[in-house]
């Protein structure tokens, strides 16, 4: 069963201009995925965010992009040069028609070019203005120069991530534009709703540097109770403790037969207790529990625990799990109550059961590359109004024609003109 | 006067557990929403007992996990195993307008809350179900924290270096990245509600929603039968990329330069201006063949200042550059206190603790923080008298009856 289906989603009928580049792509793919009119406004040539690697074949080339495919999905492609007086009033044209505009230039740009919120609103009062930036609109590090990795570094994650006897570490899919991107979508939807109850838009100020502290759990909040940072535990899990324990680390990643699984072995409340135990017995049966035969998880009080204790404890877990595959490990943990997961590759993820069984990879259409390529599908399920991965990212201008001309009106002579000037 | 918030009058039934149910309901709570989570002495949610616990003392009530989540939401306490809790569940998906569910796929069922149950009660409720891999499949009943999510999902196989085994992200990762994309299509689907009175229903898998976060990945696969997996900080477009040690215990910036611009404009402002058209180091290319050499060459300079002084040297000129922030960090930046990021609330067993606002300001409608999230049963009296119009004595009689749940009815706790 696909996801596609014709035109009909949750936000149809509403549109979006999207100025963004990769670091706020991903909210107009979340928007056009649910079904908006999402118009990729590119600078003529082509959008920077083209040169972005992985390449379709590693084939260096604006048209193919697999990260460009990957967040403009679902979206329509204009060429559009908004520095040139005859651009910004095209742009202000389609401001009228459209619900959203996204972007993430630095702060003050749309202003600089009178397209700032307080110009758009007189255009279009209902118009939301989504500006996704590394920092905010303003404050200290408004201007900062930011790459993915600097704002994942200041967000607190880089820190968070990695092994203790190296540098803090980004993951190899940069992320924290995606953090930005997503919270992005979600305060455009939140502006929308106040749109429904008064007509009116506003501006959405998103910050990414905000978004990725979000993923850091609660450390900030045990930070400001325990006055203890947690670091890159390798591994292992780090649980914070006041006074002189330090933070107690637990293996959570093991090697195992055919990979790596995270497994929780710990006490503490009913979940984690019935996990240690079932891995526990499991081992007793096999005579392999060594230090654990005998120990008794109500026990486990992680306040008091020492760093030593615990290595003896998980010593035994080491080579056990050595022993067992993936799969065995999974099979024990769903009839047992075993708190794992296999460490999955993307390749383990797209060939394994689960995703496959509900569909979840879509094929789509590449003509010009004489391919079909699988795409991520619906983050969310819904019968009705599914979300939607369909159509591959525009080309560069794709879509000129169907919008400047069908829907603008602008005569073929004067597009001309716009193109041999650089406008479009 | 204030200004009317976006989700005042929307109500929102809560019953799960977990952090993602709870998060994507919070970004409504902290625009107005009204969220009442029903939870039970019983069998509280889990993750009230992981830590950090305030004075590292656990307790159900004592940890950030049993409220952060919760920001201005309300908690009762209610055993739906007993006819009349129920019943109690009935009135409340008679009153709210969406209701979350994070339980195990089945779960909600066994008390009569599935959704095909719930929307004969009320047509046009917004029913959303996360969990970690959806409510089908062969997979679906496998329970797993956050962590095992973050893994299972694909994110620890790629974190860490090429010469090691995967590393862990401190943090439930994917518990963090799932719920903003349930919240964006629970959004659409309100102001549907707002406009037709249909409802609607929600599957998430939180896997399925992460992997949303691999997707230049998931297409090198299907396209290259490349699998991604570890590179520690080296950028295949940028050198010299990576995080360099400063002066200080484990204090580290992270440096990225994108162009022969930036180049040299580092050069300049550590001194080494000569390096900037060096044919060894001038071009990306160049750089590339040098780029163990370079990483080298920038940490003998960021070894010499703190990562804060190193970090506004490279701003200064025009370098991106960020300091790797530690908790301490975040809780100090000037960027989050201009925005007010962390707001301090009173919790009643925790006392003053930050709570977080969101990623994005509204102009005309901000967020309000104005509430922690409460104790388990915080809210009892309010919700059942005020909200559901209980009397006083139908409320005494649940709290014989155990209905209503109180402390003493916690597992390992006696009854005198």
Known sequence: MSEQRNGEGLLSGYRVLDLADEKGLLCGRMLAGWGADVIKVERPGGDPARNIGPFYKDIPHPERSLFWFALNADKRGITLDIETADGRDIFRRLVKTADFVVESFAPGYMEGLGLGYRELEKINPGIILTSITPFGQSGPYAQFKATDMTVWALGGMMYLSGDPDRPPVQLSVPQAYFHGGIHGALGSMVALYYRELTGEGQQVDVSAHEAVDFANMVEDEGYDLLKVSLARPGPFWGLARPGQLGILYERVNFECKDGYVNVFVKGGGAGYKTSARAVTQWMKEEGKAGYLETYDWDTYDFGKLTLEERQRLEAPLVPFFKTKTKREIMARAAREGIFAAPLDSVKDLMEGPQLNARDYWVKVEHPELGDTILYPGAPVKAAVLPWRTQRRAPLIGEHNDEVYRRELGLSPELLVALKSRGVI | ?416
């Open chain 2, 1 to 416: 006067m204030q200004t009317k918030q976006v989700f005042e009058g929307v109500k929102i039934v809560l019953f799960s557990w977990g952090a993602v149910a709870s998060q994507a309901a919070r970004e409504l709570a902290l625009h107005g929403a009204t969220m009442i989570r029903v939870e039970s002495h019983r069998t509280p949610d889990a993750i009230r007992f992981s830590s950090p616990f305030k004075d590292g003392k656990p307790g159900v009530n004592r940890g950030p996990l049993s409220t952060t989540f919760h920001t201005n939401g309300y908690n009762i306490s209610c055993d739906l195993s007993k006819p009349k809790g129920r019943e109690v569940a009935r009135k409340l998906v008679e009153w709210a307008d969406i209701l979350g569910d994070s339980f195990t796929p089945g779960i909600l069922a066994k008390f009569g809350l599935d959704y095909e149950s719930v929307r004969k009660i009320k047509p046009r409720i917004i029913y959303y179900s996360t969990c970690q891999q959806g409510q089908y499949g062969p997979y679906a009943k496998i329970g797993g924290l956050g962590v095992q999510g973050a893994a299972g999902a694909g994110f620890y196989y790629i974190t860490g270096w090429p010469d090691r085994d995967p590393a862990m992200i401190q943090g439930a990762y994917t518990d963090f990245v799932a719920p903003w994309f349930l919240a964006v299509p629970l959004v659409a689907a309100l102001i549907r509600q707002r406009r037709t009175g249909e409802g609607f229903y929600l599957d998430e898998s939180q896997y399925e929603a992460s992997i949303h976060f691999l997707a230049p990945a998931v297409l090198d696969y299907s396209a290259n039968g490349r699998v991604a997996g570890r590179q520690g900080n080296h950028h295949p477009a940028a050198v010299p990329h990576n995080a360099y040690q400063c002066m200080g215990n484990d204090r580290w910036v992270a440096i990225a330069v994108t162009t022969d611009a930036e180049w040299e404009a580092l050069c300049r402002a550590i001194g080494r201006l000569e390096l900037a058209h060096d044919p060894r180091y001038a071009t990306l290319l160049a750089r590339k063949e040098h780029e163990e050499e370079l990483d080298a060459l920038v940490s003998g300079w960021s070894r010499n200042y703190t990562a804060e002084e190193a970090m506004l040297v490279m701003q200064a000129a025009g370098v991106p550059a960020g300091v790797t922030s530690t908790c301490q960090d975040l809780l100090e930046d000037p960027q989050y206190k201009h925005r007010g990021r962390f707001v301090t609330l009173h919790h009643k067993e925790i006392g003053p603790m930050i709570y977080r606002s969101p990623a994005y300001r509204l102009s005309k409608t901000p967020a309000r923080l104005v509430k922690p999230g409460p104790c388990l049963g915080e809210d009892n009296e309010y919700i059942y008298k005020e909200v559901l119009g209980y009397s006083d004595d139908e409320v005494t009689d649940m709290l014989a009856e155990g209905v209503i749940t109180t402390e003493y009815d916690a597992p390992g706790v006696k009854r005198s």
